[in-house]
């Protein structure tokens, strides 16, 4: 198993979780990295990616200003602090890992490895 998420749980409205995704050296060398959801009934949708050699992050519009991806290259470790949680949220968290090509970090395919998942839920 190359990536595997944590973190996940119930929370009410306006709470936080933090996940975490632990990856591979060989993933975490040099990769794109990214935290995609899918909420039940619906499709694939990317929420934050990383450069995992790099600092810049990028977010989907409809988590900015609320989630924080951030890495840790010591361990291997990809994160997601998640803020001001809403129902919305509720999903099934994915961490994936590709090559690096900013142009597609949204793009579901671009990505080679994939977690397990780790359930959020949202609700009070």
């Keep these: 198993v190359q990536l595997v998420e944590s973190g996940g749980g119930l929370v009410q409205p306006g709470g936080s979780l933090r996940l975490s995704c632990a990856a591979s050296r060989f993933i975490f060398r ?3 990295m990214s935290w995609v959801r899918q909420a039940p009934w619906k499709g694939l949708e990317w929420v934050s990616g990383i450069y995992s050699a ?3 992050t ?3 519009a409809s988590v900015k200003g609320r ?3 951030s890495h840790d290259n010591a361990k291997h470790i990809l994160s997601l602090q ?3 949680l809403k ?3 509720t999903a099934m968290y994915y961490c994936a890992a590709g090559p690096w090509n900013r142009d597609r970090l949204s793009v ?3 990505y080679t490895y994939w977690g397990l998942g780790t359930q959020v839920t949202v609700s009070s």
């Design 30 to 32: 040099s990769a794109g």
């Design 54 to 56: 790099g600092s810049n």
């Design 58 to 60: 990028y977010y989907a």
């Design 67 to 69: 989630f924080t991806i």
């Design 82 to 84: 998640m803020n001001s």
């Design 87 to 89: 129902p919305d949220d």
């Design 108 to 110: 579901s395919d671009q």
